[in-house]
């Protein structure tokens, strides 16, 4: 089984331009969750998604956002970028987002470069 | 203090000894703890979850899970050079649907 995807692999964007990241989970997951990984440091929470409804949200701005389709994949939106933003973009899959079954499994990231 | 602590590192251990990467987590509303491996360059890869308190063992590896103490451990036997990479320890926040990360610890298993 295909496990998740996410696209594109790379980007370069400069300042002040609009970015949208995408990411389909593994077959069968109903939850997306997106994290921000900046050298050196473990993932930061962004979002979370389970059936189209954000489940949880990370401290994050305004300029970050995100939804899922009704075939569970999702989109990542980052607008006005900023240097800061530069960093690997994470998308997770899980089958659910209860307590009992929170495994989340990552995809390979997306590699944001913001010049 | 951070939400989710781990050793930097890097854990140094010879081929074939046990390794032994901690984590300590401040909120004590915490249920679920999972460990992570990352190899430079790719993307977080599940190696364990745990839930209740004590020990659980997959193949090489072994979870400890201490509630009382907020404390959670990973145990590497007979490492091996291929398992040197940076372990994440991550808890899902009490009654918040979200995974709080560590910043990792670096393990090098030389031959």
């Known amino acids: 089984d295909a496990g998740v995807t996410q696209s594109p692999t790379h980007l370069i964007k400069t300042r002040g331009q609009h970015v949208t990241l995408r990411c389909s989970p593994i077959?069968?997951?109903?939850?997306v969750s997106w994290y921000q990984q900046v050298l050196g440091q473990g993932p930061q929470f962004i979002f979370q998604?389970?059936?189209?409804?954000?489940?949880g949200r990370g401290n994050f701005p305004d300029r970050f956002s995100a939804r899922q389709f009704p075939n569970y994949s999702s989109e990542l939106n980052v607008n006005a970028l900023l240097l800061g933003d530069s960093a690997l973009y994470l998308c997770?899959?899980?089958?659910?987002?209860?307590?009992?079954?929170?495994?989340?499994?990552f995809g390979p990231g997306t590699r944001l470069t913001v010049t | 203090q951070k939400e989710v602590e781990q050793n930097s590192g890097p854990l140094s251990v010879p081929e074939g000894a046990i390794a032994s990467l901690n984590c300590t987590y401040s909120?004590?509303?915490?249920?679920?703890f999972f460990w992570y491996r990352q190899y430079s360059g790719k993307s977080p890869e599940l190696i364990m979850s745990?839930?209740?308190?004590g020990d659980k063992e997959d193949g090489r590896f072994t979870a400890q899970l201490n509630k009382a103490s907020q404390y959670v451990s990973l145990l590497i036997r007979d490492s091996q050079p291929s398992d040197s990479a940076t372990y994440l320890c991550?808890?899902?926040?009490?009654?918040?649907?979200?995974?709080?990360f560590g910043a990792g610890t670096r393990l090098a298993v030389h031959p």
């Open positions: 909120d004590r509303g915490s249920q679920s």
């Open positions: 077959s069968g997951h109903k939850s």
């Open positions: 745990i839930y209740s308190n």
């Open positions: 998604y389970y059936e189209k409804e954000e489940r």
């Open positions: 997770a899959s899980s089958l659910t987002w209860t307590e009992s079954s929170y495994e989340q499994y």
């Open positions: 991550a808890v899902k926040a009490g009654g918040y649907n979200k995974l709080i």
